[in-house]
């Protein structure tokens, strides 16, 4: 048992160490540095009729959770839901359902169904 501790510690120390280069020029030093921008660049504007910056539309917090705008500003007042589905092995299933629909300025109406079934134990093993 110690020999090869010992080997593998005399290995070790005959290993070769790790040597860097030097430092690598990456621009021209001939070249000019580009001219600095002064005072920033110019400020973004949104134009709403058509998206100019490939950006999301806007998002605002409604009854219901984060949802778009509408172009007056309110937040979208049509049904919003999710339907969720589940299966596994040995008998399990699950499905559910879930639409929420904004009520006015501050209410909702939520309507959610769900069922999960388990099946039996699986038999022992032998």
């Known amino acids: 048992m110690r ?10 120390c005959l ?8 430092p690598i020029a ?6 000019a540095p580009a ?10 504007t949104r134009d709403d009729s058509a ?3 490939g950006a999301a539309p806007a998002r605002v917090i409604g009854p219901c959770g984060p949802t778009q705008a509408t172009p007056d500003g309110r937040p979208d007042a049509t049904p919003h839901g ?7 092995t040995d008998g399990y299933r699950q499905l559910s359902a ?13 309507i959610g ?9 699986p038999p022992p093993r032998r």
């Open 51 to 53: 998206d100019s910056f």
């Open 98 to 110: 879930v639409v929420c629909k904004p009520l006015g300025a501050a209410g909702s109406l939520t």
């Open 35 to 44: 001219p600095m921008q002064v005072g920033g660049p110019p400020p973004l």
């Open 113 to 121: 169904a769900g069922t999960t079934q388990f099946g039996s134990l």
């Open 82 to 88: 999710e339907v969720s589905a589940g299966v596994g």
């Open 3 to 12: 020999t090869p501790l010992l080997a593998a510690f005399c290995l070790s």
């Open 26 to 31: 990456t621009s021209n030093p001939a070249q």
């Open 15 to 22: 290993a070769a160490p790790a040597m860097a280069d030097g």
